[in-house]
């Protein structure tokens, strides 16, 4: 039976196809994870109907409305035909209402094979806003600290090459988590599209116990759920992560610093502008002299010892482990074996 049902119920789907049917301007901004955007109205034709209908116009936006949709209605047809015995496919829009109500009753009157979401997005949203807490609330957090370059990241790759299971903040938030976090990463989710991302993460888990490492309440722009922040950052399974400060540099710089990539220092430099409210004028213009060389060990030394490592604390903690990490792949099979006996 094929039918309007809730986000809930499409979780039961083997191989679910959302096709998000808003504007390319709102899927941009946020939607479900893997779904595809088939606009009824693009971002102009939207806003032409909509001043229409904010005029009073209310009959002629609908009419300009309907004929826009007819125009795409062959598309709709032919990925729901073509797909519709492979894939479960659910329609949505923003709400639930006319744009995926009115092209779904148009496919179901076909008999074809296709589902519409109840209340759109919005219910989505709100799933994700009452799920996610309980989520959290189902694992038990393996909690890396270390600070800057002493290879928490590396590790907790290993980790998921060895199988476990890996909540990895800073991929999901495209963001390494400092002022120079940003540097050479895509432009980071909205907040509503990066609680979604943890959790279809934290979902696709099937077992309690989940390796992460500590970040602070907030990663560039966007704000880690207190919750999430609580369950790792109290967890009794906390690791200590040390390195060399050689080591330490020698591991940013592989990660931050991309001569072969023409934009790459002016990231740096529009960063470096971003910490000079941190330090004085001097250090200021001697960081830039030194990138401007393509001197960056020195730099990155320098801010490790008088910035990042007087900055950055680490909380005072009972450690399940201390580990000194010169090989993260060795570390990371020692972190496994401790923590799965």
Do not use: W
């Not at 109205?41 to 826009?68: F, M, P, W």
């Not at 189902?138 to 090459?161: A, C, P, R, W």
């Not at 080591?247 to 610093?257: A, D, G, N, P, W």
């Amino acid at each position: 039976m094929f039918k309007a049902i809730d986000y809930k119920e499409t979780l039961n789907f083997k191989n679910p196809l959302y096709i998000d049917l808003r504007s390319e301007g709102e899927f941009f901004a946020f939607t479900i994870p893997n779904s595809v955007n088939m606009p009824i109205l693009n971002d102009s034709q939207r806003e032409e109907v909509s001043i229409l209908y904010v005029k009073g116009e209310i009959e002629k936006s609908k009419a300009v409305g309907v004929q826009y949709a007819l125009s795409k209605l062959n598309d709709y047809f032919n990925l729901v035909s073509n797909l519709g015995h492979e894939r479960d496919i659910v329609l949505f829009c923003s709400r639930g209402g006319y744009r995926s109500t009115v092209l779904f009753n148009f496919l179901k009157s076909l008999d074809e094979r296709v589902y519409k979401l109840n209340f759109g997005y919005k219910g989505y949203r709100h799933f994700i806003i009452d799920e996610l807490p309980k989520l959290v609330k189902q694992f038990t957090f393996v909690n890396l600290n270390g600070y800057t370059g002493s290879g928490k990241t590396e590790i907790l790759d290993e980790l998921e090459n060895l199988g476990a299971q890996v909540l990895n903040l800073e991929k999901l938030a495209s963001h390494r988590g400092s002022i120079f976090g940003g540097v050479g990463l895509k432009d980071q989710p909205s907040q509503k599209m990066f609680e979604s991302l943890l959790f279809e993460k934290l979902y696709s888990f099937k077992e309690k116990l989940v390796f992460t490492e500590s970040e602070s309440i907030k990663i560039g722009k966007l704000s880690l759920p207190k919750y999430l922040y609580d369950a790792y950052s109290l967890s009794p399974n906390q690791v200590l992560i040390n390195s060399s400060i050689e080591t330490r540099v020698r591991r940013i710089k592989e990660e931050y610093v991309h001569l072969e990539d023409g934009g790459f220092q002016r990231e740096i430099l529009q960063s470096l502008d971003e910490l000079h409210k941190y330090i004085n004028d001097k250090r200021f213009e001697n960081y830039k002299n030194l990138i401007e060389k393509d001197e960056y060990d020195i730099v990155i030394e320098d801010l490790i010892k008088k910035y990042y490592d007087q900055n950055y604390s680490i909380k005072k903690s009972n450690f399940k482990l201390t580990m000194e990490n010169e090989d993260s792949k060795v570390s990371a099979k020692k972190i496994f074996e401790h923590f799965n006996k």
